[in-house]
């Protein structure tokens, strides 16, 4: 069962080609990474899965269904949620609201003016849950914008979760994050893949989380698709080591 | 045919006012994105001083000192109060300026009286120019020369001093120019200043014309934003000819339609944003 | 679930606190016609208070929990006040069908308005609601047959309410009027709280703190703007309907961008991340106005220095600085 199939998505912006031809395939369950130099195309290609902009050519199908023609929310409520390379939270507000707004937002009460008290306590138990599950009870009611880097994220991925989603796309989690927290985020992307299994594409430069997570790993370079295939394989990949060494170099 | 020539040339100059309200306030809102709500104001303050000089200095000295008293004004508070409120939402720039506005408006209102006050401007200019083309006289000739050599000397300081290379560049990326090790600081500085001295301009030439009072810069300020807004953000080409656009509009529709030329401005800038808010320069998803 | 390890008394004190405010207000606000005379003041200025207090709280329902900044807010509030004066000069004595005129007439035009500038942002939208108020205060003073042009709908006064065994003079009785005032703020203000502290309210709050995270949990930003929009827009033709009512006149001056900046100006003064912020704000500003312009002509000047002041060193606000931190 295929969850995610890419179908020669191009993007052009102008005259710049940032991705070209890519075709891709994620099975339900799998945690597939995205890897390859800066520049290469990840942000851009994940953008266009999520609905951020449209492709140029190309078809997106999610789940057995055309996506390609969506909305960024028409594709949030069919099952695909995400988080950003710059954490996206809502800083002002606490742990417990952010998670909140999510919930709420799944279950199609963001237009209410008004919850009886039982669909209140089960909004409540809900976000009890959640918070709990990604180990963030102690600082439920903290300002998420003044929380730890790994935490907000932490927060984010929680809201992710929220929405009940059958397609988590994760943007560089471990961006910016030391040893301590990238460990911590790293774990918790583990526990939700192995444990509670969610269906994963990650985009990373992290080379040690990528290997520690990835069923199958997609490398992009200059737009394309240059090589996929499993961890070991793609390590030994001459094409890889060069592309990645080449742009050191 | 002799009303349409009048009302385009009513618009042009129109139009030139305009374009030299405008300049100023884009030139601030391109490099700091400050939305200076003040702008009406220091354009009054510009005429203000220059009825204070002209007794002293005379006209032509006048017509290039109020300016740049203003300016210095307006430096003084860039500095203090303006620069203060860089780092934050764009809004605060609004309100900060908005309440700056009122400050100004009513010390105006203070030292120069509520009533409106003549400024008295050479006899050479008022003469007209022709019988047959009566409305030409020489005080609206000369704006419109004012402004064009204004104009110009603005875009060869952007295009040929270092400073105005700096700001130029800075208008397109101001990390970068920071990051090149220009003091920034003191280029927003200069930058306000400049914008300054364009409003206060604009204040003496509109004093010479219809006469000075506190509120003088309301009916500039708007028509400033819309001439930004049409011409599109970012581009002083564009708030260029988005001014000489909108006075020219403004004078056509009074022979249309003359009950609605005083609205006619805001219904376009409404249209503008609502159907093509980047305008006609602009770039796609400037904020 | 056990992992609402959450000491209970922390959650209680909090609402408790939040009662005590409530108490107090409502405390001050209740007992105004004893306590104002002592201050040299008079009920009249109270009720004043109480409708642009009204009329800072439906806009700050847009601006500080939705973030979208309106300067154009008071069309609105000057639709409210024209609607309630066109009833009560040719039509009917009712006051409660004044004031439902009002806020029908500031609150679907508001909606229809609202449907267009959805889509801006920042800086545009601020001058959008410029642009648009603007049409309105020149349809305002231009269209003289129906709205009596510069002067305005004069020649009416609010009337005594029946309510078949009791009447209250709201015309003659001042301190009848502020009460009356009072319910009318209390049921909108009560109503704005309910919303606000509601899932709608939430998505009000979350669009404000980051739209584009809003956006990525499914919720349709525009959709929810506009529907701000509308909400305040009814609240803040409501406090016009009561101005008009206040005044007992209607007249183009209620649609003037002045006052739009002015509601703006209380909110900020006030505290746009507080709930009764703009109240405080539209207070001091009332009252500072009430004052210094019998001392010092020049009484904007000292506001618009507050102001700065204010926007440059205490960004929250008044109520700011006494530590309210969080809007929900």
């Given at each position: 069962m295929n969850m995610l199939e890419v179908r020669n998505v191009s993007k052009h912006f102008g005259n710049l080609v940032a991705v070209r031809q890519i075709s891709l395939t994620v099975a339900s369950g799998e945690l597939r990474a995205i890897i390859g130099p800066n520049g290469a195309g990840k942000t851009t290609f994940f953008n266009m899965i999520t609905g951020f902009f449209a492709p140029t050519s190309g078809q997106i199908v999610f789940d057995g269904r055309d996506v390609t023609g969506l909305t960024a929310e028409e594709r949030v409520k069919i099952g695909m949620a995400r988080t950003f390379q710059i954490t996206e939270v809502f800083?002002?507000?606490s742990v417990n609201e952010n998670v909140r707004v999510a919930v709420e937002a799944r279950a199609g009460?963001?237009?209410?003016?008004w919850l009886p008290a039982d669909k209140r306590h089960a909004v409540e138990a809900t976000v009890s849950e959640l918070i709990a599950r990604v180990g963030l009870v102690d600082k439920?009611?903290?300002?998420?914008?003044?929380?730890?880097h790994g935490d907000q994220r932490t927060v984010e991925i929680a809201m992710a979760l929220a929405l009940r989603p059958r397609l988590l796309l994760l943007d560089e989690p471990t961006a910016g994050m030391g040893e301590q927290e990238t460990y911590q985020i790293a774990g918790l992307i583990r526990r939700l893949h192995r444990e509670e299994n969610y269906t994963i594409i990650l985009v990373e430069h992290d080379m040690r989380v990528v290997f520690h997570l990835a069923d199958r790993i997609s490398v992009l370079d200059q737009g394309a698709l240059l090589a996929e295939g499993e961890p070991d394989d793609i390590a030994a990949n001459r094409a890889v080591q060069e592309a990645y060494l080449g742009k050191a170099a | 045919m002799m009303l349409v020539l009048f009302n385009v040339f009513n618009g042009l100059i129109l139009g030139a006012f305009y374009v030299l309200a405008a300049l100023g306030l884009s030139m601030i809102l391109n490099l700091t994105n400050v939305i200076n709500f003040a702008h009406g104001n220091f354009i009054a303050l510009g005429g203000y001083l220059a009825f204070v000089l002209i007794p002293i200095v005379g006209f032509w000295p006048a017509l290039l000192l109020a300016p740049l008293l203003t300016a210095v004004i307006g430096f003084i508070v860039e500095k203090t109060m303006i620069s203060r409120i860089y780092g934050r939402d764009p809004i605060y720039s609004l309100l900060l300026t908005f309440g700056l506005a009122f400050m100004i408006e009513d010390a105006c209102r203070y030292i120069w009286g509520v009533n409106g006050l003549p400024l008295t401007t050479p006899p050479s200019l008022s003469a007209p120019i022709s019988s047959e083309f009566f409305f030409v006289n020489a005080y609206r000739l000369f704006i419109v020369a004012i402004v064009i050599i204004a104009v110009v000397a603005l875009f060869a300081f952007l295009r040929f001093t270092r400073m105005g290379m700096r700001i130029r560049a800075g208008m397109f990326d101001l990390e970068t120019v920071a990051a090149l090790g220009i003091n920034v600081k003191l280029l927003r500085s200069l930058n306000f200043a400049c914008g300054i001295f364009l409003a206060g301009l604009a204040g003496v030439l509109a004093g010479g014309q219809i006469g000075l009072n506190p509120n003088m810069g309301d009916n500039l300020l708007l028509p400033s934003f819309v001439a930004i807004i049409v011409g599109g953000m970012g581009s002083l080409v564009g708030t260029l000819l988005g001014g000489l656009l909108i006075g020219v509009a403004a004078a056509v529709t009074t022979v249309f339609y003359p009950a609605a030329s005083d609205v006619v401005i805001y219904v376009i800038m409404a249209v503008v944003l609502l159907v093509r808010p980047r305008g006609l320069l602009g770039e796609e998803g400037m904020q | 679930m056990s992992d609402l390890a959450q000491p209970p008394g922390i959650v209680v004190q909090a609402a408790e606190r939040r009662w005590l405010r409530l108490a107090v207000i409502w405390a001050v606000l209740i007992a105004m016609p004893l306590w104002m005379p002592l201050v040299g003041g008079y009920t009249d200025l109270g009720a004043r208070i109480l409708v642009f207090g009204l009329a800072a709280m439906s806009l700050n329902f847009l601006m500080g929990y939705t973030g979208q900044v309106s300067f154009g807010h008071a069309a609105y509030f000057g639709l409210g006040v024209y609607g309630a004066g066109f009833i009560l000069l040719d039509f009917s004595h009712s006051t409660l069908l004044a004031l439902l005129a009002g806020i029908l007439l500031g609150g679907l035009i508001g909606a229809v308005i609202g449907a267009l500038v959805c889509r801006s942002r920042g800086i545009y939208f601020a001058l959008i609601t410029i642009a648009f108020q603007e049409v309105f205060y020149y349809i305002g003073y231009k269209w003289d047959s129906v709205t009596g042009g510069y002067d305005g709908l004069r020649g009416f006064q609010r009337q005594p309410i029946h309510f078949g065994l009791f009447t209250i003079d709201i015309l003659k009785n001042d301190v009848a009027f502020y009460y009356f005032v009072l319910v009318i703020f209390g049921i909108v203000v009560g109503l704005m709280g309910l919303i606000l502290g509601s899932p709608l309210g939430r998505t009000f709050i979350a669009l404000r703190e980051n739209e584009r995270r809003a956006r990525f949990l499914g919720i349709q930003a525009n959709r929810y703007i506009w529907l701000s929009f509308t909400i305040s827009a009814f609240c803040i033709a409501t406090a016009g309907a009561l101005n008009a009512l206040l005044n007992n006149f209607a007249d183009p001056s209620s649609l003037d961008v002045t006052i739009s900046g002015e509601l703006v100006v209380m909110a900020v003064l006030g505290?746009?991340?507080?709930?009764w912020g703009p109240l405080l704000g539209a207070a001091v500003f009332v009252v500072v106005e009430n004052y210094l312009s019998g001392l010092t002509l020049n009484w904007l000047f000292f506001v618009g220095l507050i102001f700065v002041i204010v926007v440059m060193f205490?960004?929250?606000?008044l109520l700011g600085m006494f530590g309210q931190r969080r809007a929900v």
């Open positions: 800083p002002d507000l009460y963001a237009l209410r003016p439920r009611d903290r300002a998420v914008g003044e929380l730890s | - | 505290g746009i991340r507080s709930f205490f960004p929250r606000g």
